[in-house]
């Protein structure tokens, strides 16, 4: 395989890892095309794990030995660019602290329908727009039993590089979809009765009176189960939680009234998956 020192940053071969926006990277107009960055050795395994396509990888040059084992699994015709971290930071614009990059093709879109496809554990996401916080729980989902994602069009998009780097690799594991934002699958009252028809019980986690007690044995009991989980900012719509069947709720100590959403969602993924119906 070719192994390229760099020595010129404006090289465009180098766009993908410093020059083109998330936007550029999706490539809306011709998805077949589109292109994302992993981050790390564990995340770029499970990229080649998943018999993703590799177009490139990103390597700094003190570190290259370490994953050389992973490397020698490439196709021969795949670039492989090595740089000292302190050109890899300046490439990139931050500071590079695991040194292994990849580009690779996106993998093709799930639908809806194709990952409730024997789902009885999901989670669903309104307004998520912190890539941590989806990557955080995308590696909760995947570490605790969860059978798919559904996020609303507003989410974070799961394969941008920081999200896939949070996520340990799993946004590539766990089936995921976006809902459609027309149509009628559309957020929320369209997609939730998506669920409702295939036999999804919809608990919105959410701070109001009334709400059931995460452990009630209840909620466990349901065959299919459908957590949703709200933004960060201002939790989940009065749209969405009226179309939900019930509220959910962790209780506290000490006066707290919540927890951020990449914590409840594993302790609701936890308390919730282990006690399938």
Known sequence: ?????????????????ARLTDHQLRNVL???????????????EVALAEGLEPLSLLLDERHAEQVWPLVGRLDPSVPVF???????????????????????????????????SGARR??????????????ALFRSAAALGVDAVLLDPRCADPLTRRALRVSMGTVLQVPWAVFPSEGEDSWPEGALATLHAQGFHVAAMALVDGATPLDSPELGAHERLALVFGSE?????????????????????????????????????????????
């Open 82 to 116: 090595l740089a000292p971290r302190e050109v890899m930071s300046e490439l990139v614009g931050f500071k590079v602290t695991r040194g292994v990059m990849g580009a690779f093709r996106r993998p093709r879109p799930r639908t809806v329908t194709e990952v409730l």
């Open 233 to 277: 900012g201002w939790g989940i719509s009065q749209r969405a939680l009226a179309v939900c069947d019930e509220a959910v709720i962790i209780p506290m100590a000490h006066g707290v009234d919540s927890l951020n959403v990449a914590a409840s969602s594993a302790v609701a993924f936890w308390q919730l998956c282990r006690t399938r119906a």
């Open 30 to 44: 011709e998805p077949e095309q589109a292109v994302m960055v992993v981050e790390s050795p564990f995340a770029l």
């Open 1 to 17: 395989m070719p192994t390229i020192h760099v020595t010129d940053l404006s090289d465009g071969r180098l766009d993908v890892y």
């Open 122 to 135: 999901v989670a669903v996401l309104e307004g998520l727009v912190d890539v941590s916080n989806v990557g």
